[in-house]
């Protein structure tokens, strides 16, 4: 009997080790996405989404085919953090959409989400969001600088990010399906386990996701505020009458420390 136990544990430890390595590859995809997408030159509105963010959606890799009728998937993690500014461990997410219309191409999209309120964190975590769907939850897909933006993109629930290679000139979320991964969630961390328990109340956590982690502290932490630069106190007005005492700085002289005395000298001796 002992026999068979052993036999079923070994047949199963190399299927989970390969499970983990699929979710783990995803998690070091988003932080080589994050990383970039975050540094990049053209980035300060991303810098700015991400200063305000609850939680962060990654999908590293969305690839997208189309001839007349096409569809989108891609596989994504969400990323949450609390009031100290620490992010969670990733849960794992689907996107995948449809669609019908004339177009051609190929398309590979790395898309980031930034999450900026609760009530969009929520919607994100239901089991089945419709991005654009939803009439409660507000999103926007920035192609601009948050400067361009309309106010609608400013004020929404959720603002997206994407930056494309292909055929396409953009990748459009609108209508597109966010859904859970729980079985990746349950060998990611050996245990049945939610997404709102992963990043909302960190119930748990894999080391594995701790590059990614950093990178959303680095890039998501508050900017300081500049140093204080000290004055001094203006000088006393001058008496009411009197002249304005000359300002030997006022063209570029250093001023003295003391005034110079003079005193002439008396005739030499015969």
């Not at 980035?43 to 962060?56: F, G, H, L, Q």
């Not at 007349?68 to 990733?90: E, K, Q």
Request: glycine share 8%; aromatic share 6%.
């Amino acid at each position: 009997m002992l026999r068979y136990l052993l036999t079923a544990l070994l047949t199963m430890v190399p299927a989970l080790a390969w499970a983990q390595s699929e979710q783990q590859t995803l998690v070091d995809r988003a932080t080589l996405s994050a990383q970039e997408m975050l540094s990049a030159p053209d980035s300060s509105d991303r810098a700015w989404a991400m200063r305000k963010a609850r939680a962060v959606m990654i999908c590293p890799r969305v690839f997208r085919a189309s001839f007349f009728i096409g569809g989108a998937g891609g596989d994504c993690v969400l990323v949450a953090r609390d009031g100290n500014g620490s992010w969670s461990s990733p849960a794992f997410f689907q996107l995948s959409t449809a669609s019908i219309g004339l177009q051609v191409g190929l398309q590979d999209s790395e898309i980031l989400m930034t999450i900026l309120t609760e009530k969009g964190l929520n919607a994100v975590m239901d089991s089945r969001f419709k991005i654009g769907g939803d009439a409660s939850v507000a999103f926007a897909q920035m192609g601009a600088g948050v400067e361009g933006a309309t106010t609608a993109a400013l004020r929404a629930d959720i603002l997206a990010f994407s930056q494309s290679s292909g055929l396409f000139a953009g990748i459009s979320l609108n209508g597109s399906l966010l859904a859970a991964k729980s079985e990746w969630d349950r060998s990611y961390y050996g245990q049945d386990i939610g997404a709102r328990e992963i990043v909302v109340d960190m119930k748990v956590n894999n080391p594995g996701a701790d590059p990614l982690r950093a990178v959303l502290a680095k890039y998501g932490a508050a900017t300081s505020a500049p140093p204080a630069v000290a004055t001094l106190p203006n000088p006393p007005a001058p008496p009411a009458g009197a002249a304005a005492p000359a300002n030997p700085q006022a063209n570029g002289a250093p001023q003295s420390l003391a005034p110079v005395q003079s005193q002439d000298l008396a005739p030499p001796k015969n």
